[in-house]
């Protein structure tokens, strides 16, 4: 078991033991979010036929050499194509054919001229005022997607603009990674459920519906289970039976010090294998991890939100990877501090921060109460300011790395 590791090393430990689980194939519809388990290919082009930008007159654009503004040029109609249509036949020197945003394009015809630069003088004339070049106005088929172009890739984030693309293929269902099952389950005697009567002395179990939202925002299927008492069996009894319905299992609370922080102890009653203890963070600490069967167990510590950014930092990466996400990292950028923050820390700290564009750079404000139990300070939180170990206080004007969890409140 590895003791007191930086957190790199923390999750580097993680991710050895992640692996994606297999596919479901659903309906486009339902996969925004999902991550796609197939390459994409492009089974025809796209757009599939040579078709026209505008609504006027597919024309031979050798026709139109002579036009102008006071000296137009006379063509014959001769057919007329909406989209969805085929054209009826080609056009001949002398001929146009009038054609709808989206028709195919009749052959012969080389250019099309917009309606607003003509005139229908008879049912079958219509008088030219400018000049057209071949390929003016003229969309050859394959000019957004060639054939054969693997156009979307395993791994990829599945967003509005790709389920258009599979539909613009034809695809009525898609190939997704399998999401995992993560448990979530709190430990504590002062724990009471939101749906019970609050004691004095005891406190509502906010953490099981923050860190439920936080694995459904990652994209894992939270199943949150009863919170449970300080006893060592008790925990780990319920430990084995999450990890066998389940592909992960996360807890707060009960990982310290302290005589009834049961966690660490049940984890090895439960037969699983601690893998460490102990992250150099601040907030968070006293993280726990263990593995049986190929299954992860990630005691977080009790504080709402330590509990919470240690989950941004370890568990997220963890659930993205398992549903074949490829890009798992959060962005980070420069900031500059607008306001300051007094502490020195000894150990590598987090601090909850809101991070705003102003004048053509990003800047940071602690976003309120730093202490690892204030939850408050997490609502105007979009990023996290990395603040290395020995260092601080922060003065105003001074340049950070601010890790971005959300886009809220950047721009
Ligand atoms: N003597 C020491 N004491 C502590 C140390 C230490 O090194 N030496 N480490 C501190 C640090 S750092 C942390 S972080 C906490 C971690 O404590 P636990 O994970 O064991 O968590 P608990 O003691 O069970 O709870 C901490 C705090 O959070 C509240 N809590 C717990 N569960 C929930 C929940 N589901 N919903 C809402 N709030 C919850 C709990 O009531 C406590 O107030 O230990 C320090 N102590
Ligand atoms: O590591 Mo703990 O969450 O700071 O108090």
Redesign the pocket.
């Known amino acids: 078991m590895y003791k007191d590791i930086p957190l790199e090393e923390a999750l580097a430990i993680l991710m050895e033991y992640t692996r994606p689980l297999g596919f479901d194939e659903i309906d486009i519809i339902e996969a925004l979010g999902r991550v796609l388990y197939e390459d994409i290919y492009a089974g025809f082009p796209l757009p599939p036929f040579d078709r026209s930008p505008l609504d006027g007159y597919a024309v031979r654009a050798e026709d139109t050499s002579a036009a102008s503004r006071d000296h137009p040029v006379l063509l014959q109609v001769n057919q007329t194509i909406y989209a969805g249509d085929l054209p009826a036949g080609p056009i001949a020197p002398g001929e146009a054919a009038a054609i709808a945003t989206g028709a195919p394009f009749p052959p012969g015809a080389n250019a099309v001229i917009k309606i607003e630069d003509t005139k229908l003088v008879a049912e079958d004339q219509v008088l030219i005022y400018s000049q057209l070049k071949p390929g003016d106005n003229y969309i050859n088929k394959g000019d957004d997607v060639p054939e054969g172009e693997r156009i979307l890739t395993r791994g990829m984030l599945i967003t509005p603009a790709v389920i258009g693309l599979l539909a613009s293929l034809g695809r009525k269902t898609v190939k997704v990674f399998k999401k995992p099952k993560v448990a979530a389950l ?3 005697d ?2 009471v459920g939101i749906d019970e009567p609050r004691p004095d002395g005891k ?6 519906y923050a860190i439920s939202a936080q694995i459904t925002e990652a994209g894992g299927i939270p199943v949150p289970y009863r ?1 449970t008492v300080d006893d060592q069996n008790q925990i780990a009894n319920l430990l084995n039976t999450c990890l066998q319905e389940n592909d992960m299992v996360i807890t ?7 005589k009834r ?1 049961y966690v660490k102890e049940a984890i090895n009653i439960s037969g699983a294998n601690t893998l460490f203890w102990k992250v150099n963070i ?5 993280i726990v991890c263990g593995e049986k069967n190929g299954r992860l167990i990630v005691g ?5 939100s ?1 509990a919470m950014i240690t989950f941004y930092m370890l568990i997220r990466p963890v659930i993205q990877k398992i549903t074949g996400l490829q890009q798992v990292h959060l962005p980070n950028v420069t900031a500059i501090m607008d306001e300051p923050f007094k502490k020195k820390s000894k150990q590598r700290r987090m601090l909850r921060a809101k991070v705003y564009w102003k004048n053509g750079c990003y800047h940071a404000v602690p976003s309120g109460m730093q202490s ?2 204030a939850l408050k300070s997490m609502l105007q939180c979009n990023a996290l300011i990395d603040i290395p170990g020995g260092k601080g206080p922060l003065s105003i004007g001074e340049e950070v790395k601010a890790i971005l969890l959300s886009t809220n409140y950047v721009l």
Not at 203 to 208: E, M, P, Q, V
Not at 252 to 258: H, K, P
Not at 282 to 286: I, L, N, V
């Open positions: 709190s430990i504590g002062e724990l406190i509502y179990n906010s953490n099981i919170d707060t609370g009960g990982v310290s010090v302290g922080d601040k907030p968070g600490t006293p977080l510590s009790g504080n709402p330590a690892p139990g």
